[in-house]
């Protein structure tokens, strides 16, 4: 069965920094898109970051490129989503997910892709 499971939210002042885990079982992880999606209060899920499976390309939603870094570790089985200069707009829950082809995370259905984890709440003041 594959799990993912997200750490590191919490609570953080605009303008402030948090790093997002997310640890990958039950699946080939370095054969997988690892991606960041988000959720916040009375809105759909969205895309925020996608990195391929060899680490070599990521892909960012416009609203958070420059601000959000994604990148893996495929020894560890680990996926992060370091966030810097954090807004209000950012606070979500923020949702680890796989998938084999970089495009179902990217531009697909959201109902295609293949596992998620079960979030972690991201909440910045103003």
């Known amino acids: 069965q594959v799990q993912l499971k997200e750490s590191g939210g919490g609570w953080v002042q605009a303008g402030g920094s948090l790093k997002l885990s997310c640890a990958a079982s039950?699946?080939?992880?370095?054969?997988?898109?690892m991606g960041w999606f988000r959720q916040a209060p009375g809105k759909e899920r969205e895309f925020v970051a996608a990195?391929?499976?060899?680490?070599?390309?990521?892909y960012y939603a416009d609203s958070v490129k420059g601000r959000f870094t994604i990148s893996r570790d495929n020894a560890g089985n680990m996926v992060y989503l370091q966030m810097n200069s954090l807004k209000p707009s950012d606070t979500a829950v923020y949702f680890c997910?796989?998938?084999?082809?970089?495009?179902?995370?990217?531009?697909?259905?959201?109902?295609?892709?293949?596992?998620w984890g079960e979030g972690t709440l991201v909440t910045v003041s103003s």
């Open positions: 039950g699946l080939t992880f370095s054969r997988n898109t």
């Open positions: 990195i391929n499976w060899t680490g070599g390309g990521t």
């Open positions: 997910a796989a998938d084999p082809q970089i495009l179902a995370i990217t531009h697909g259905s959201l109902k295609d892709i293949n596992a």
